[in-house]
């Protein structure tokens, strides 16, 4: 039961590397905050702050109300589940699990049950005795994860967990590391370059570029409204297409609705585009001759990869389809599903 | 095992082998079948004749009690010099990896008493723990030590062990900082959320995850305690005082050039072989098996 509250949280590796330049984020009690941006952003950096593993530059990081910067990780009763899951070599599944509280005194007895009862829960008993390279991958992961649950932390640190697994076994981790997140009621970070894995565990989702916030919120929201057209994107896939505007206008466009006086790209999602629709639903909207240059077929749905208006676009079609590389489409996006953006890339 | 080349030419391999099968059968093989010959030989006084014995000299040199002494010298000498040699290294070896300025440098330091030549390492320690005009001699008794490795035993063994290990440890710093750096830094890390303090990190992830390591080095510093350091003693006691110091290797030295017992020192030498292609095969058998935890 904790909250984690950074503010204006700075990271200057020793060499000058300033890794996170002023990151302020308020956790609530019992929520998933995902950290996703691109690699080399900053999100370890940070998540390693919040930890205990890195010293924190500037500003504080809190955890439960109280700030913890002078505090190392052996006191600050988080845990934590690494990229490669760090298990120790040399012990079993068993004592990896066993270590964390027989370092903290728990007897013998108490720990026996935790492990076994968090082995249960994991459907790890039956590898209890086994040492970690002899375990799966996906095995590996889950006795990390047991690792960290077992302690029963105020907090969870999440760096990357899936990233090592393939992809059917990283879809099935996903759901159950948010059931278990759920069921426990720990406040998590889990940090992750998947937007993906990001829009489905988050329940605050923050973006991160180039050591800073972009856009902080749940993910739908930001999925709907991003901030940048840094965020729209990074969030979805595939991406939100940005065509550039000239003084107001876009080059090639069929019929272009009101723009905002000081846009200079606009945005608009693959899956909003409408190919050959008409009438009505075009008033007002963006309409746009689109050249395909390819067909990507993925079973419930197909994407077009178009040239238009001078620039390259997605378009998503539902379920198969009878356009070929060459063809000519009308591709119609309306009014309120376009997103515009300044000169300095934010919203407007 | 790997797939195996075929050469189709019957002789090339044979012909490619030959200087190194030469060599090998020159230089070792038979040196070893003459020292195996002599030690079944006795002589007599004036070196005139020698006669057949089978093994009367292994008997004898066996119940000799100066050759059981020295099999307990060299006992004490070899686990005290791997003891402190491995002992000192690995402290040194962690503390450099807390070094951040200068980590280069530094190692580099540490690596250089590898290059002395054991004569040398030995003459150093002799002036340095010389009673009459050694500094530090004159610091031990300053501290209230009656100090003279010349007449004292046990002295005399701390001073030759004290040399000896310090030549070693060079050599087994290199290993073990390669050997921490091998070590995962994540591991670590996650000892230290899981609540370890450093001595408890060190003694429950760092030392049984360098297990290879220490256990290589132990043989290394072994066969080295056994056989490499004549030079040292030689240079520093001559064996003494009295028979305190006079290790295997010593022994073989002693009997043989000096005392000119040629046949129980080749028996000794015989034995000695057969403890190093003992201590080898250990090695060899180790190095193929490396303890692999990944
Ligand atoms: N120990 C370090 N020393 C110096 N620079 C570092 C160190 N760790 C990371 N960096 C730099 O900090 C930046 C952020 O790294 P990181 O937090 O690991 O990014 P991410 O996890 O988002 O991929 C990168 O430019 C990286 O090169
Ligand atoms: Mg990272």
Redesign the interface.
């Known amino acids: 039961m904790a909250t984690v509250d950074l503010k204006d949280v700075k990271k200057v590796y020793?060499g000058g590397v300033e890794a996170v330049k002023g990151v302020s984020i308020a956790i609530p009690d019992k929520q998933l905050c995902v950290l996703v941006g691109p690699s080399g952003c900053g999100k370890s950096t940070l998540l390693r702050m919040i930890?205990?593993?890195e010293t924190i530059s500037a500003g504080t990081c809190s955890i439960d109300g109280k700030v913890v910067n002078a505090i190392?990780?052996?006191e600050?009763d988080?845990?934590?589940v690494?990229q490669?899951y760090?298990l120790?070599?040399?012990m079993k599944v068993y004592d990896n699990m066993a270590?964390?509280l027989r370092?903290?005194g728990m007897p013998k007895d108490e720990i026996d049950k935790r492990v076994r009862a968090t082995a249960q829960t994991l459907e790890l008993a039956h590898l209890l005795e086994r040492?970690p390279?002899e375990l799966s991958g996906g095995q590996r992961q889950r006795v990390a994860m047991g690792?960290a649950i077992v302690?029963s932390p105020k907090v969870f640190l999440f760096d990357e967990p899936l990233s090592n697994l393939d992809a059917k076994l990283r879809g099935q981790m996903r759901v159950e590391i948010k059931n278990l997140q759920r069921q426990l009621g720990v406040t998590s970070v889990y940090v992750t370059h998947d937007q993906l894995e990001a829009m489905t565990l988050a329940d605050v989702l923050v973006v991160m570029n180039a050591g800073l916030v972009e856009q902080l919120g749940a993910p739908l929201d930001i999925y709907e409204k991003p901030a940048s057209t840094f965020v729209a994107s990074f969030i979805g896939a595939p991406p939100m297409n940005l065509l550039p505007l000239r003084s107001g206008q876009l080059e090639g466009a069929v019929s272009l609705p009101a723009i905002p006086t000081n846009a200079a790209t606009i945005g608009f999602r693959p899956e909003d585009c409408e190919v050959g629709a008409d009438g009505a639903a075009a008033e007002g909207g963006l309409r746009l001759m689109a050249r395909v240059q390819g067909v990507e077929p993925v079973g419930a749905e197909s994407f077009l990869y178009c040239e238009a208006a001078g620039g390259r676009i997605v378009v998503r079609v539902p379920g198969r389809t009878a356009v070929a590389v060459g063809d000519q489409l009308p591709v119609l996006t309306r009014r309120e599903k376009l997103h515009f953006f300044g000169g300095d890339g934010k919203r407007v | 095992m790997s797939p195996r080349v075929v050469f189709p030419n019957k002789i090339l391999p044979y012909l490619l082998v030959a200087p190194q099968l030469a060599i090998t059968l020159i230089f070792f093989y038979w040196p070893a079948s003459q020292a195996l010959r002599q030690s079944m030989l006795r002589e007599d006084p004036f070196g005139l004749s020698s006669k057949f014995v089978w093994f009367a000299n292994f008997k004898k040199v066996l119940s000799d009690p100066n050759y059981l002494n020295s099999i307990q010298v060299t006992a004490v000498f070899s686990i005290a010099t791997a003891a402190v040699a491995m002992g000192t290294a690995l402290l040194l070896a962690v503390m450099a990896e807390k070094v951040?300025r200068g980590r280069g440098v530094y190692r580099t330091l540490m690596i250089w008493p590898y290059a002395v030549a054991p004569a040398i390492a030995g003459m150093l320690w002799l002036f340095l723990f010389n009673p009459s005009i050694g500094s530090l001699a004159y610091g031990l008794r300053w501290l209230g030590i009656n100090w003279d490795p010349l007449l004292d035993g046990e002295q005399a063994m701390a001073l030759v062990v004290a040399a000896a290990s310090w030549k070693q440890i060079s050599y087994n710093f290199l290993f073990f900082v390669a050997g921490l750096q091998a070590i995962?830094k994540?591991?670590i890390?996650?000892?230290?959320?899981?609540?370890?303090?450093p001595t408890?990190r060190f003694w429950?992830?760092v030392f049984?995850?360098l297990?290879p390591t220490t256990f290589f080095l132990l043989v290394v510093n072994t066969v080295y305690a056994f056989f490499d350091t004549f030079g040292i003693i030689h240079a520093v006691t001559g064996g003494g005082p009295g028979k305190a110091t006079e290790t295997l290797v010593y022994k073989v030295y002693n009997d043989g050039f000096v005392n000119l017992i040629l046949g129980d020192s080749a028996a000794q030498s015989v034995i000695l072989m057969v403890i190093v292609i003992a201590l080898t095969a250990i090695q060899f058998r180790y190095v193929e098996k490396k303890v692999?935890?990944?």
């Open positions: 020793p930890a205990g593993l190392g990780p052996t600050r988080i845990a934590m690494f490669n760090a120790y070599p040399h270590y964390g370092n903290r040492r390279r690792r302690r | 951040i995962p994540t591991l890390e996650a000892a230290a959320i899981d609540g370890a303090k408890k429950t992830i049984p995850l297990a692999h935890y990944g």
